[in-house]
């Protein structure tokens, strides 16, 4: 079992809609959690971190973290065509500063 | 842009060489991770560096190893390059060792023929 996975996709979803990523973790004792959006041939970029369960909403972004379920997921409302790129979800063990990264989820968004 | 840089852009090498790719960090960040990420996966962590110092590192081999200089700016070496050391590069920069924001350069692609 990885440690960290996602969805590997593609997810398609039209513009206006909202796209929904998700990710599971296996660690439990992991605290930290981040969203990095990477765009083809790009690195990583950073669009949100949670540490505390419940919702955290960033502009058209909101991330959710489920602690008891080991679940973190990503909505992105209105979703426009330039966020078609891979979602990558990532956590921090506990007490451990290797940073495990899911395989991404590639997202698509159709005019 | 995240002030975080990294040279060269790309890299051809064949089995056997020997690579330096060099990281500079944010201004005010003092931790540098190195991080390789194949085609299609996740970045996968090599090793990360605090005041000069290694601070943690994966499941890879000896032949990678790091260098973090005073103004907090990384190297990493990689020796007797391998076909599946094709990858691209990453290094990420963070103010603490432990479990804080790392905001990444642009990468450096090695493609090892």
């Known amino acids: 079992q990885k440690e960290v996975e996602q969805n590997s996709g593609p997810l398609s979803v039209p513009e206006g809609a909202i796209a929904s990523l998700n990710c599971t973790y296996s660690?439990?004792?992991?605290?930290?959690f981040f969203w990095y959006r990477q765009y083809s041939g790009k690195s990583p970029e950073l669009i949100m971190f949670?540490?505390?369960?419940g919702d955290k909403e960033d502009g058209r972004f909101t991330a959710q973290l489920n602690k008891a379920s080991q679940y973190v997921s990503l909505l992105i409302r209105d979703s426009q065509p330039s966020d078609s790129a891979t979602y990558l979800c990532?956590?921090?063990?506990?007490?451990?500063?290797?940073?495990?990264f899911g395989a991404g989820t590639r997202l698509t968004v159709k005019p | 842009e995240t002030g975080v840089t990294q040279s060269p852009t790309h890299l051809i090498k064949t089995r056997g060489q020997q690579v330096t790719l060099r990281c500079s960090s944010q201004s005010g960040h003092n931790t540098v991770s190195w991080y390789q990420q194949a085609l299609g996966q996740g970045p996968q962590f090599i090793f990360q560096?605090?005041?000069?110092?290694?601070?943690g590192r994966g499941n890879f081999p000896p032949r990678f190893s790091g260098l973090q200089f005073p103004n907090y700016s990384s190297e990493l070496n990689v020796n007797a390059l391998e076909l599946d050391d094709s990858a691209l590069y990453l290094c990420?920069?963070?103010?603490?060792?432990?479990?804080?924001?790392?905001?990444f350069g642009p990468g450096t692609r090695l493609t090892v023929l």
């Open positions: 949670i540490y505390s369960n």
């Open positions: 990420a920069s963070s103010s603490d060792r432990l479990t804080d924001t790392q905001y």
């Open positions: 560096y605090y005041r000069e110092e290694e601070n």
């Open positions: 660690d439990r004792g992991s605290q930290s």
């Open positions: 990532a956590a921090y063990p506990p007490n451990n500063n290797d940073m495990r």
